[in-house]
């Protein structure tokens, strides 16, 4: 069933701060820098922000979390803003920045605030992102972390090995996306790697770090911030912008089967229960959709998330990402911001603004021609993750 | 000042043995993979579980198996970011299903070949090697003997 608050929700507002491997301003000060962007996009000042919602997880583990440095809660964020008027805050911890927004979407439909601001802000630690030390392997990690598996790149190249044995997918296939996507972000003047193209060799001869995983398979710590302002279609239609109309949208995605790492069918299944829920809460199906904007935190991860929402069958995805179908001009135009991979990790924000520009029509060069669909979505099965279906007609 | 200098010594991570793990960790010592099996329905789970997700019984027994398995899925780590593990790279961590129950993985390093001969469907058999002060033994895996392949 089409979920009941159906186009009642839309997203108005969209900003980005300054982006950048170590920038000199804190974690902080590039959350105001975003959301004031963000509201400004959306004609609205912090004054009539009234909810707030956000996914904090730092990007340094252990000590040393200091709130506006390495991460930025929403109780940073309403004293510094301030937020005068807030009626609503939340906070979540699974669904990265999608969740966050799938929250507000909910928190506005109730009635519960009428201008939410939803961001990620992100910090690119001093040595390696997500590093903890630990010495003593507490809970599941006691059977992975005497064996040296407690890196993220390994997490993930293990289901990626999976994926290549099964279906015989090769790097030289994945090249296709990698390249296209580097020329995507060239279009992009917010992205990291604006002006830093690579070729199929480049990619080939990249320094692998966990195999299959190479550096250039990896997007790139940085610090950075992206934000969203969502409102009621109504108040929308008040405001100076074109709005991007929430048809359907679900927050869920994290494995459930007991394992001491996720394998790929854990991520398989739950990716088809979200892609499952969002459709279904939407009405549409890949057949409706012109902007495809799926998260690439590992260069992998589209693939397998093109097969779970059903753009092609399962074990394909590395086929379908060949002959130009996903570049810009393509019938599945993905990721035309560059993502995670050309502008840096800023863990979902890429697709979920990415998403409202187009349906906007603003994204210039790189703006999909007739746009009014856009499929988002961020975070991954050992997170959660969100998704949601964006249109341009209510 | 000097104690301040001196560069930090890094272990090698030691597992917080608890009543829910520790029937695995005290065969280790006997050198025995056991896993935590549902008395009520007989299903393996690893890592151990409060619940039996399947039946949802809570008697549990640790059971022994064969420690022969197929490489499901891997890695092979190329560079020194895992504290502990710097002077290890190239190193293959396995994620092995295990011969008596499908979906029951358990993680190991390969042992007794290089880490480059790592493979998906590999057949591996478990092998312990000692760990920590206090008599506790990894279990790792080897290719199996011919007879397996």
Same mark, same amino acid.
């Given at each position: 069933?089409?979920?009941?608050?159906?186009?009642?929700?839309?997203?108005?507002?969209?900003?980005?701060?300054?982006? =950048? +491997?170590?920038?000199?301003?804190?974690?902080?000060?590039?959350?105001?820098?975003?959301?004031?962007?963000?509201?400004?996009?959306?004609?609205?000042?912090?004054?009539?922000?009234?909810?707030?919602?956000?996914?904090?997880?730092?990007?340094?583990?252990? %000590?040393?979390?200091?709130?506006?440095?390495?991460?930025?809660?929403?109780?940073?964020?309403?004293?510094?803003?301030?937020?005068?008027?807030?009626?609503?805050?939340?906070?979540?911890?699974?669904?990265?920045?999608? !969740?966050?927004?799938?929250?507000?979407?909910?928190?506005?439909?109730?009635?519960?605030?009428?201008?939410?601001?939803?961001?990620? /802000?992100?910090?690119?630690?001093?040595?390696?992102?997500?590093?903890?030390?630990?010495?003593?392997?507490?809970?599941? %990690?006691?059977?992975?972390?005497?064996? =040296?598996?407690?890196?993220?790149?390994?997490?993930?190249?293990?289901?990626?090995?999976?994926?290549?044995? +099964?279906?015989?997918?090769?790097?030289?296939?994945?090249?296709?996306?990698?390249?296209?996507?580097?020329?995507?972000?060239?279009?992009?003047?917010? %992205?990291?790697?604006?002006?830093?193209?690579?070729?199929?060799?480049?990619?080939?001869?990249?320094?692998?770090?966990?195999?299959? @995983?190479?550096?250039?398979?990896?997007?790139?710590?940085?610090?950075?911030?992206?934000?969203?302002?969502?409102?009621?279609?109504?108040?929308?239609?008040?405001?100076?912008?074109?709005?991007?109309?929430?048809? *359907?949208?679900?927050?869920?995605?994290?494995?459930?089967?007991?394992?001491?790492?996720?394998?790929?069918?854990?991520?398989?299944?739950?990716?088809?229960?979200?892609? !499952?829920?969002?459709?279904?809460?939407? =009405?549409?199906?890949?057949?409706?959709?012109?902007?495809?904007?799926?998260?690439? !935190?590992?260069? &992998? &991860?589209?693939?397998?998330?093109?097969?779970?929402?059903?753009?092609?069958?399962?074990?394909?995805?590395?086929?379908?990402?060949?002959? !130009?179908?996903? /570049?810009?001009? *393509?019938?599945?135009?993905?990721?035309?911001? *560059? =993502?995670?991979? *050309?502008?840096?990790?800023?863990?979902?924000?890429?697709?979920?603004?990415?998403?409202?520009?187009?349906?906007?029509?603003?994204?210039?060069?790189?703006?999909?021609?007739?746009?009014?669909? /856009?499929?988002?979505?961020?975070?991954?099965?050992?997170?959660?993750?969100?998704?949601?279906? @964006?249109?341009?007609?209510? | 000042?000097?104690?301040?200098?001196?560069?930090?010594?890094?272990?090698?991570?030691?597992?917080?043995?608890?009543?829910?793990?520790?029937?695995?960790?005290?065969?280790?010592?006997?050198?025995?993979?056991?896993?935590?099996?549902?008395?009520?329905?007989?299903?393996?789970?690893?890592?151990?579980?409060?619940?039996?997700? $399947?039946?949802?019984?809570?008697?549990? $027994?640790?059971?022994?198996?064969?420690?022969?398995?197929?490489?499901?899925?891997?890695?092979?780590?190329?560079?020194?970011?895992?504290?502990?593990?710097?002077?290890?790279?190239?190193?293959?961590?396995?994620?092995? $299903?295990?011969?008596?129950?499908?979906?029951?993985?358990?993680?190991?390093?390969?042992?007794?070949?290089?880490?480059?001969?790592?493979?998906?469907?590999?057949?591996?058999?478990?092998?312990?090697?000692?760990?920590?002060?206090?008599?506790?033994?990894?279990?790792?895996?080897?290719?199996?003997?011919?007879? $397996?392949?």
């Amino acid at each position: 069933m089409v979920m009941p608050i159906s186009n009642r929700v839309a997203v108005v507002g969209t900003g980005f701060s300054r982006i =950048g +491997r170590h920038l000199d301003a804190s974690c902080g000060e590039l959350a105001i820098e975003a959301s004031r962007r963000a509201v400004e996009d959306a004609g609205l000042s912090f004054d009539d922000i009234d909810g707030i919602s956000n996914y904090p997880n730092p990007s340094r583990l252990g %000590a040393g979390n200091v709130d506006g440095v390495d991460l930025v809660t929403v109780n940073y964020m309403t004293r510094t803003a301030p937020l005068r008027n807030l009626r609503w805050s939340c906070s979540i911890t699974q669904g990265t920045v999608s !969740g966050s927004l799938v929250e507000a979407v909910h928190a506005v439909a109730a009635g519960a605030c009428n201008y939410a601001l939803v961001y990620r /802000a992100m910090y690119s630690p001093p040595g390696a992102f997500g590093i903890a030390d630990v010495r003593l392997a507490t809970g599941d %990690a006691q059977f992975t972390a005497p064996y =040296g598996f407690s890196n993220t790149v390994m997490m993930w190249a293990v289901p990626y090995s999976r994926y290549m044995a +099964r279906y015989g997918a090769t790097r030289e296939e994945l090249s296709t996306f990698i390249v296209g996507n580097r020329h995507n972000t060239t279009l992009n003047p917010d %992205a990291v790697f604006h002006d830093q193209p690579i070729g199929r060799d480049d990619y080939m001869r990249s320094t692998m770090v966990a195999d299959p @995983l190479s550096m250039l398979d990896c997007d790139m710590a940085v610090d950075g911030c992206g934000a969203l302002i969502v409102t009621t279609a109504e108040r929308a239609r008040d405001l100076p912008v074109t709005p991007a109309y929430v048809t *359907g949208c679900a927050s869920l995605g994290v494995g459930y089967d007991n394992a001491p790492v996720l394998t790929l069918d854990s991520f398989m299944n739950s990716a088809r229960r979200l892609a !499952g829920t969002v459709w279904e809460n939407s =009405g549409l199906g890949p057949t409706d959709v012109d902007s495809l904007n799926l998260y690439d !935190g590992f260069s &992998f &991860f589209p693939m397998l998330w093109l097969e779970a929402f059903g753009f092609c069958g399962e074990g394909e995805g590395h086929e379908f990402i060949q002959d !130009g179908r996903v /570049a810009l001009g *393509g019938t599945h135009p993905l990721n035309t911001s *560059g =993502g995670a991979l *050309g502008m840096g990790r800023l863990h979902g924000t890429p697709q979920l603004i990415e998403g409202v520009r187009q349906v906007q029509g603003r994204c210039g060069p790189r703006q999909v021609e007739g746009c009014e669909i /856009a499929l988002v979505q961020a975070g991954s099965p050992l997170h959660g993750s969100g998704a949601l279906v @964006l249109s341009k007609h209510a | 000042m000097t104690e301040l200098r001196r560069p930090l010594r890094v272990q090698r991570p030691e597992p917080q043995v608890t009543p829910l793990t520790a029937p695995f960790w005290e065969a280790t010592r006997a050198g025995l993979l056991a896993l935590q099996r549902c008395t009520a329905c007989g299903r393996f789970h690893h890592p151990p579980v409060p619940l039996c997700p $399947e039946c949802h019984s809570s008697s549990f $027994e640790a059971t022994p198996v064969s420690g022969r398995g197929t490489v499901y899925e891997y890695t092979v780590m190329r560079q020194a970011r895992v504290m502990g593990f710097e002077d290890l790279v190239p190193y293959a961590c396995l994620v092995v $299903e295990i011969d008596e129950q499908p979906g029951v993985f358990v993680v190991g390093n390969l042992v007794d070949a290089p880490a480059a001969d790592a493979r998906v469907g590999m057949r591996v058999a478990v092998r312990f090697e000692p760990y920590g002060d206090e008599g506790l033994q990894l279990p790792q895996f080897a290719p199996a003997g011919a007879e $397996e392949s």
